[in-house]
């Protein structure tokens, strides 16, 4: 696997698009999930300047603002760990905008490092690359939003899929093709993440701490979180568990997603469930297949967002009796598709059933590990229901 082609980035088109129409793009998403790679192949294609805040030597020209006047794109990578990045890069677009492409990229969530300054809004789009996706490997036709329900690409290989459960998608470790090299990267990763990224953007002091919260998190992938356990496990404060996982997140290392449902079915109002962007952290294979889907519907849920420019939202729908649904597709506003994960093809889940039984959600899959009988359950109101295989629900996501 170490040998196989270049794995085509599915966000590159509408990046191009964007610079096209004299827009800023801000590229964000975790570290070491290919963003660098793809930065420096637009700047290779379109002509260009790459500079990167971490080198010292474009740090200094970027302070002085010494680019190079011929170039036709300028690509800034980790900006936003300059303090005044916004003020900098509104009035670069207001005097150069018409003649110069700009490109940021970081390893952060861009729009929640607005550290001082003034708004960028309407000076850039927004977008973010995740870890390489089912449907990216298998190089499988992009699908339109409105038709991924009826699932037209054929299944991705079972064995790409199986890689990715154990190896994740990070390019590094996907790419090595090895379990032992995939857990010596992930070993390293928490690390370099909290060393090299939190110290340096959020200023903490207890960084051995945050550092052993991200560790026992791989425990509670999938599940909702309870912040009082984790705050008696480092024995610090509530808020200080908070805000760490405030961190964590903005530094695109978990997802937190919440509960739907109105008071009338007795839902859960307040219980996040927390997944990481590396779904291979997660400890057990059903946690591990819960977490991948979730990455994926993550990045279904942006896609819309970045370049559909539509509302949505990922969810869950759980009751205080315990009837839980796995995922929920909001767009624009309303329940669009339900997600149940399992490992493999079963029965309807009592979970599922039971949401849409109660919520009018026009699409409904069961998605399981080990390929099974697709089928069709009987329609539960206007609801299509169907089991389906991972591998073929997954092709035709972006």
């Avoid at 993440?193 to 903490?204: G, H, S, T, Y």
Wanted: glycine letters at 8%.
């Amino acid at each position: 696997m170490g040998n196989r082609e270049p794995i085509p980035r599915r966000a590159v088109a509408p990046m191009l698009r964007d610079l096209d129409r004299k827009k800023m793009v801000f590229l964000s998403g975790p570290r070491q999930c290919g963003k660098t790679t793809v930065v420096r192949r637009i700047v290779a294609d379109r002509g260009g300047e790459y500079l990167s805040w971490d080198d010292p030597a474009a740090r200094r020209r970027l302070q002085r603002t010494e680019l190079n006047p011929d170039s036709p794109l300028w690509a800034f990578d980790e900006l936003h760990k300059f303090r005044r990045w916004r003020n900098y890069l509104k009035g670069l677009f207001d005097l150069h905008g018409t003649a110069h492409e700009i490109l940021v990229t970081g390893s952060a969530r861009l729009d929640l490092y607005g550290r001082g300054g003034d708004s960028l809004q309407g000076r850039y789009y927004p977008h973010r690359l995740h870890p390489f996706t089912a449907s990216e490997i298998g190089n499988r036709p992009l699908v339109p939003v409105d038709q991924i329900p009826a699932l037209p690409n054929s299944p991705g290989a079972v064995a790409d899929l199986e890689t990715m459960l154990v190896l994740g998608g990070f390019p590094e470790p996907f790419l090595a093709g090895s379990e032992k090299e995939g857990r010596r990267w992930r070993l390293a990763y928490g690390a370099r993440l909290v060393e090299e990224e939190v110290r340096v953007l959020e200023q903490v002091k207890e960084i051995e701490r945050v550092e052993f919260l991200f560790d026992r998190l791989d425990s509670v992938a999938g599940s909702c979180l309870s912040i009082n356990s984790l705050r008696e496990d480092l024995e610090v404060a509530f808020e200080t568990v908070r805000k760490w996982l405030a961190i964590l997140e903005k530094l695109c290392a978990i997802f937190r997603i919440s509960p739907f449902g109105p008071p009338r079915i007795k839902a859960v109002k307040k219980e996040q469930k927390l997944y990481f962007w590396d779904w291979a952290r997660a400890e057990s294979e059903g946690a591990r297949f819960e977490n991948l889907l979730a990455m994926h519907l993550l990045r279904l849920v942006h896609w819309c967002q970045d370049v559909e420019g539509e509302k949505a939202e990922l969810q869950y729908f759980r009751t205080r009796m315990g009837h839980e649904l796995d995922f929920l597709i909001l767009r624009r506003g309303r329940p669009w598709m339900a997600v149940e994960a399992k490992l493999s093809d079963e029965p309807l889940a009592p979970g599922l059933r039971y949401a849409l039984e109660r919520i009018a959600i026009p699409w409904a899959f069961q998605v399981s590990l080990r390929p099974g009988r697709e089928k069709r359950f009987p329609d539960i109101g206007k609801t299509c229901v169907r089991a389906v295989s991972a591998a073929r629900f997954l092709a035709n996501l972006p």
